[in-house]
Every structure is written in structure tokens, then in C-alpha cells.
């Protein structure tokens, strides 16, 4: 369930929208990317209270900021952000790795009006994030399905790398472990093409769970109320994918399933929670983490005061 605001807070994200709107009326004469970094930076702000520095980064969220704004292959970005391309790019650079199937593409309202969805399946834009439907036998609301034919992600966030995606519809098949729970996710931060940490999420049906991991699996411990997952077997494939995938890249977060003991890979993520989120369980990573966008060689351990497994 979504935190519930006061009415306090109400007031202040409706000032702060309100000022971040002017602006962007007002200096629409500038290039559109730097008015989409500084809407960016409004909605960090008006959720975190913290304006990210992309010019002298210190913590780890600004550091993720400019690393999308300031990509010289944003092509390459952009490809992998569509939901459909990006398996493209998966099976080309990993050709073993696994991906959900995809079951159709619907590229009209009246290929969505028509078509047969497959009971179970995900619905989803291949241009959005977040906005995953699973499908499984309910009546669906045709109304609200034509507005994944919006660009509103990219119009409610400005992450540029969503600007200029087509808008389409995937329909994938449905992973899951047999329990009705859907498959746990593991979400790789990797930095300098090599996995750092992993963010574990299981139970999304009925109350979600996390706990945070590093590549060798010692518990990190991020986050509030963390529990214990069990290491995955197929863990040094995970970390194989992830690198791999992830090596053209400053950052980037490889979103992965683990289904039967398998791998799956699902998107890659170039900007977690559109810059909004920090780990809220211990403020201070987001300053100790920072050093793994800056050194190829930072030891997420050692950056957080751990010691290595024995």
C-alpha cells in the first residue's frame, strides 16, 4: 500500500510541482535536455528533500542522474529502455540468456481491441515503467489499456532516455514458481560493467519482502525490516549476465527472475525510481556508495565497513 500523506506534505509536493512547472514554461527556450535534467532534479527534491549536485556529486543519486544525462550513446540507451528492443539487446550480447517470451506486440488500438490474451500473461507498456498488468482470466478495462499508448512516463518523469520510444503494448508470458506468488526478482546494481550488489523483492501479491545482497551474498542490509533470502543456485549466472549486459555502461541495473532454479532476464534499468528513492534503512549509503561510480576497482565491502566472507 502507497504511503498515505499528510496534509502538510500534500501542500508542499503541490507548491513544488507547481514552482518545477513554471520553470519549465519559462525556460523553454533552453535545450530540452537541460530542462529535463532540472525537472529531474525538482522531483527528487520535492520527494527526498535533497537537490542533486551533477556538477560536484557526492552521493551515490546524483552520481546516477548524470551518468543518464551525461551518456554520449544515448541511442544505445534508448534501445534498451523500449521493453521490446531491449531483448534484442539481450540475446545479442548473451545468447544463452534467458527472457520472458514474448506473446505479441500491440502496436494499435485495434490490435488491443482484438486480441486474445492468453490466461495467465503480463501487459505492460514496452515505453513505461511500473505499469505491469498480469492477466489472468479477469475482464480488462479497455479504457485504461489505451492510455499505454501514452507517452506518460516520459511526460511524468523526463528521464530522457524514454523520450522519442514508440508506443506500444508487450504481452509476455507470466514466470512463476507454482505458489501464485510470481517470481522473485533480483535487481543487480552494476557499476563499470561488474555487479555490486543485488536487491532482492519477493511476494508482491501478498506483502512485499527485500533484503540486499553483495555478489559473493553477504547481507548488506539496506533497507528497513530486511529478511533473509536463501542464495540462489544459479547466483554465478546471475552475476555472469549481469556483468556482461551491463559493461557499455557507467551504471546500469540488470532486472533479473529466478524461475525453477533459472535465470531470466527481464528489463535493464537505467535510472532506479527515476531518481527518487534512496536506501532509507541507513542514510548514509548513499554517500558510502558513491565511490563505486567513481573507481573501477571500490570494494563494496570495504566501502561499507565489511568484511569479506571467509
Known sequence: MPKRLTVQQKIWRKTINALRDTLDIALFWRPREKRD?????????????HWPDTQRPQRLLDYLIKALFDD????????????????????????????????AVLRTEA????YDFPNPCVIKSTHGSGDALIYR??????????KYFQPRHYRATREINYRLLAEKILVEEYLDEGTGQGATDYKIWCFFGRAQFVRVLSNRQTGLVTSTYSR?????????????HPKPECLGELMRLADRLSEPFHHMRIDCYVVQGQAYVGEITSLHQGGRVRFDGRPEVDLL??????????????????????
Not at 535534467?37 to 528533500?49: I, T
Not at 531491449?86 to 506473446?103: E, H, M, W
Open 111 to 114: 490490435e488491443l481491441r482484438t
Open 37 to 49: 535534467l532540472l525537472y529531474v532534479k525538482f522531483l527528487a527534491y520535492r520527494d527526498l528533500r
Open 289 to 310: 556508495l558513491a565511490p563505486l561510480m567513481e573507481d573501477p576497482s571500490a570494494d563494496l565491502l570495504s566501502l561499507l565497513g565489511m568484511k569479506p566472507p571467509a
Open 216 to 228: 559473493e551474498w553477504v547481507k548488506l542490509n539496506f533497507m528497513k525490516n530486511e529478511v533473509d
Open 137 to 146: 482470466g479477469q475482464s480488462l478495462d479497455y479504457t485504461s489499456l489505451m
Open 72 to 103: 554520449p550513446d544515448l541511442c544505445r540507451r534508448r534501445f534498451i529502455t523500449d521493453k521490446e528492443l531491449a531483448k534484442v539487446y539481450i540475446k545479442g550480447v548473451c545468447p544463452d540468456a534467458r527472457v520472458p517470451r514474448t506473446l
